[in-house]
């Protein structure tokens, strides 16, 4: 069992504190740990790959582009620059998310720091410098600065499940100024975290 940091549950248990329903949801789920991902190229092209598709069909189609593409485990840019675009779509990318991928490859492979660049940043430099790449929105620049860079007050607006869950719960819609979750503040990560782990254990009734 993966032990939960005291920091993280400290967080999770002050929020429980200010609203019922979200109190209701921890109570169903239990504790969950915020686990950091690594930040690096593949994770960039996972992203790319994952915009409006299921995780299931996203992870099908990373599965196929690392049999084609990766050296030693992981994805070159180089390799991605170098690459046929008819070769990636025949793997089921879309041409579209193909140039995005190239393009971010071609970034990378002139900018080797620009990862570690955006580290640097707080978290609206960071969502700036992001969104600069084409191909890189702002639903995937949060997921970057949620599950990549782990900050902690994170809630991305443009993702439909996040969306779905809120109205599901609180039967009213997400402003995109998020007014609404102010009280969640400055967890709006773990809010998040909440709300889709709650639609993939089958959206039980809130008391």
Known sequence: MTKIPYETKLAIENLTTRDKKFCSIVKQIGFINLKKRKLNFDALLKIIINQQLSNKVADILFLRLKKEASVSGSIDPKTIIDLNPK?????????????????????????????????????????????????????????????????????????????????????????????????????????????????????????
């Open 87 to 207: 070769v990636l779509r025949k793997l089921g990318i879309s041409f579209s998310k193909i140039n995005f991928m190239k393009e971010i490859a071609e970034n990378i492979n002139k900018s080797p720091n620009l990862l570690k660049f955006w580290k640097n940043l707080d978290d609206e430099t960071a969502f700036c410098e992001i969104t600069k790449l084409k191909g890189l929105g702002p639903w995937s620049a949060n997921i970057i600065l949620l599950f990549y860079m782990g900050r902690n007050d994170i809630f991305p607006f443009n993702d439909s499940t996040l969306q779905k869950a809120y109205f599901k719960i609180y039967n009213k819609k997400l402003t995109k100024n998020l007014e609404e979750i102010n009280w969640a503040r400055p967890y709006r990560s773990i809010f998040a975290n909440y709300l889709w782990k709650w639609v993939d254990n089958g959206m039980k009734k809130i008391m």
